[in-house]
């Protein structure tokens, strides 16, 4: 194979599998991972924190440390490290939410379509509250949904 010939993007369960999540399953439909999609992309949609990538590992380092800090905070991740999660890839919004688990921090760099730029929504497994990552064009943003009951 060519080094020059386009490659594809990965598949969102090859980009779970590749972070280190054991995938319990799937949640919902593709319409309800399609709804979570549009409301963070929302013009008026604005990051709870925006982190300029210009120091490299460090901003991904600060990233991850923010994220991580909000999922707990938020109860994003349940006590047994599971909770809901769509990644920007191949097909997304043709798929429902993934259930997932992580054995402890998460490393969030490579939940995206590009290693180093994360794109993805976490949810908690009731769906009250959503956290979103995206990769902007010279800042890591965090959007933050509360879904009331």
Request: overall charge negative; aromatic content about 8%; cysteine-free.
């Amino acid at each position: 194979m060519s080094d020059d010939l386009p490659r594809s993007a990965p598949k969102p369960i090859e980009l779970i599998d590749r972070a280190g999540l054991t995938r319990l399953g799937e949640f919902g439909t593709p319409e309800d991972v399609q709804s979570a999609w549009k409301a963070f992309s929302s013009v008026s949609t604005a990051p709870l924190e925006r982190i300029s990538d210009a120091l490299e590992e460090v901003s991904l380092s600060t990233l991850e440390q923010a994220w991580n800090a909000l999922a707990a905070e938020l109860g994003v991740i349940s006590s047994t490290g599971d909770f809901l999660l769509t990644v920007s890839g191949e097909g997304t919004f043709g798929l429902p939410w993934f259930h997932v688990r992580t054995a402890g921090r998460l490393a969030i760099r490579d939940l995206g379509m590009y290693p180093g730029e994360p794109e993805f929504i976490a949810s908690s497994l009731d769906r009250s509250a959503s956290i979103a990552v995206s990769t902007e064009e010279s800042d890591y943003w965090i959007l933050v949904a509360r879904n009331e009951a």
